[in-house]
């Protein structure tokens, strides 16, 4: 992997020169989920577009068994692997979405589908990630991602997983699940490591404190956030630029599984545009 030298060397490489391939990715969503429209947003709470209709394919399904996501996986933005030993670094990236809210792209390490919200032990997560391991688990975050709606009956959940330094049995805080504003299709719930965890390595099982009264479907998905930025308001074009401000041009494993999730601030289907812009060193 070569690193990035100087302004001059980004410019360089944005414009075609010392191979640097640049890759500008953009896609269109329509606030839709196949053929249905999407579960309305709660205000303030986390929302996946992982399943989101995008015009360039890149809306995910539901996973069932522990999967490790690339580049392949529908629902990644599609994008085209560095060669020559070079590696890929995002620049920017600029969006103008329905609503105001708070936009996160980020590589999705693993994810799995087909938990219960009616089981009160232990259920299996388990899996083996590719990216970001080791010393560079530093980072990675755990959350719950909805994808068939959970029963009307709040409760918490916790995680037992493995942090940065390759400790076992590490147990995540108890956050709310179930309930109006945490049982919504297509809502992601964050959870809150161990006091003094900085990453994540595996996550163990996921364990809910009592039944929702309806099963749905949810899962886990380890994420690695790459960039975030505000967008200002509907239909307004928010540019987060990583070359001119913080934090700096971000690396792009190969293979990654590129996505979004949103802090929504209103209750409608999103829609709008998301460009992301890349290059190799």
């Given at each position: 992997m070569t690193a990035l030298v100087d302004l001059?060397?980004?410019?360089?490489?944005?414009?075609?020169?010392?191979?640097?391939?640049?890759?500008?990715?953009?896609?269109?969503?329509?606030?839709?989920?196949?053929?249905?429209?999407?579960?309305?947003?709660?205000?303030?709470?986390?929302?996946?577009?992982?399943?989101?209709?995008?015009?360039?394919?890149?809306?995910?399904?539901?996973?069932?068994?522990?999967?490790?996501?690339?580049?392949?996986?529908?629902?990644?933005?599609?994008?085209?692997?560095?060669?020559?030993?070079?590696?890929?670094?995002?620049?920017?990236?600029?969006?103008?979405?329905?609503?105001l809210c708070t936009l996160t792209m980020y590589d999705r390490l693993l994810?799995?589908?087909?938990?219960?919200?009616?089981?009160?032990?232990?259920?299996?997560?388990?899996?083996?990630?590719?990216?970001?391991?080791?010393?560079?688990?530093?980072?990675?975050?755990?959350?719950?991602?909805?994808?068939?709606?959970?029963?009307?009956?709040?409760?918490?959940?916790?995680?037992?997983?493995?942090?940065?330094?390759?400790?076992a049995g590490r147990t995540t805080r108890a956050v709310a699940i179930g309930g109006t504003g945490n049982n919504e299709a297509q809502r992601m719930i964050p959870l809150m490591l161990q006091d003094g965890d900085t990453g994540v390595q595996s996550v163990q099982t996921v364990t809910l404190a009592a039944s929702t009264l309806t099963a749905g479907a949810f899962g886990v998905t380890i994420v690695r956030p790459l960039a975030q930025f505000h967008c200002t308001g509907a239909g307004y074009l928010t540019v987060r630029d990583l070359i001119a401000g913080l934090p700096a041009v971000a690396e792009m494993k190969t293979d990654a599984c590129l996505t979004y999730q949103l802090l929504a601030g209103a209750t409608t289907a999103v829609s709008g545009v998301i460009a992301v812009h890349v290059i190799e060193a």
């Open positions: 001059s060397d980004i410019v360089n490489r944005l414009t075609g020169g010392n191979s640097g391939t640049p890759q500008h990715i953009f896609s269109q969503l329509d606030g839709r989920i196949q053929a249905a429209a999407a579960a309305a947003p709660v205000a303030n709470k986390w929302l996946s577009l992982w399943q989101y209709n995008q015009s360039n394919g890149a809306n995910g399904a539901a996973p069932g068994a522990v999967e490790i996501p690339t580049r392949a996986t529908i629902g990644s933005q599609p994008f085209v692997n560095p060669t020559g030993g070079r590696q890929q670094w995002l620049l920017g990236i600029e969006a103008a979405l329905s609503q994810h799995q589908g087909n938990l219960s919200g009616t089981v009160a032990t232990a259920q299996t997560v388990g899996g083996t990630m590719t990216r970001y391991t080791g010393a560079e688990s530093v980072g990675n975050q755990i959350w719950v991602e909805i994808y068939t709606a959970l029963g009307s009956t709040a409760t918490t959940i916790t995680a037992s997983y493995t942090n940065q330094a390759g400790t």
